[in-house]
T-cell receptor
Framework: NAGVTQTPKFRVLKTGQSMTLLCAQDMNHEYMYWYRQDPGMGLRLIHYSVGEGTTAKGEVPDGYNVSRLKKQNFLLGLESAAPSQTSVYFC??????????FGSGTRLTVV | KQEVTQIPAALSVPEGENLVLNCSFTDSAIYNLQWFRQDPGKGLTSLLLIQSSQREQTSGRLNASLDKSSGRSTLYIAASQPGDSATYLC???????????FGRGTSLIVHP
């Protein structure tokens, strides 16, 4: 989707491996979010940020860490991947006034 | 805590029908409500955004309404087409961080 880019698009990890998902925006928005989407569970908020240098926990933060060192980027890290983290991950942003723009997602499989 | 419910969970209709998708939310102190479309294996595409001060928004064959007092929003699709087949999600934004809370979506199939 225009303005929010996620990399990588697909990844397969072995249990215990680590990885970082990158979300980059060119919209200069303050608010950024990481969601995971699982069948039957809908979209659940993992972590979010209200501006550069800030992060906060969402509904399902365990097993994940995030950083927002630059306004344009919001990184989601998995330190020790588990099969329960197999999911589709979406990043989104907002200027707080309008709506939300989503990235195209990262499909992660942990074996 | 905001909770968003979408009914029905799935819907199958013949082409040409007008249809209504429902979204309800528990915390009426929302900033806005947004409807998204998601095609299989794809991301979310924004359809309509309704600010808390607005009652409805229209885009082409789509019309979304918002009734904060009753905690409800509806998405009306006129003259449905097979290309409308997708999952439709609503998200209510509330709280100091404008966090959108999503419903689980309505899976729509429009058959020729």
């Amino acid at each position: 989707n225009a303005g929010v880019t996620q990399t990588p698009k697909f990844r397969v990890l072995k249990t215990g491996q680590s990885m970082t998902l990158l979300c980059a925006q060119d919209m200069n928005h303050e608010y950024m979010y990481w969601y995971r989407q699982d069948p039957g569970m809908g979209l659940r908020l993992i972590h979010y940020s209200v501006g550069e240098g800030t992060t906060a926990k969402g509904e399902v933060p365990d097993g994940y860490n995030v950083s927002r060192l630059k306004k344009q980027n919001f990184l989601l890290g998995l330190e020790s991947a588990a099969p329960s983290q197999t999911s589709v991950y979406f990043c989104a942003n907002s200027d707080g006034l309008g709506g939300y723009t989503f990235g195209s997602g990262t499909r992660l499989t942990v074996v | 805590k905001q909770e968003v419910t979408q009914i029905p969970a799935a819907l199958s209709v013949p082409e040409g029908e007008n249809l209504v998708l429902n979204c309800s939310f528990t915390d009426s102190a929302i900033y806005n409500l947004q409807w998204f479309r998601q095609d299989p294996g794809k991301g979310l595409t924004s359809l309509l955004l309704i600010q808390s001060s607005q009652r409805e928004q229209t885009s082409g064959r789509l019309n979304a309404s918002l009734d904060k007092s009753s905690g409800r929003s509806t998405l009306y699709i006129a003259a449905s087409q097979p290309g409308d087949s997708a999952t439709y999600l609503c998200a209510a934004s509330s709280g100091g961080s404008y966090i959108p809370t999503f419903g689980r979506g309505t899976s729509l199939i429009v058959h020729p």
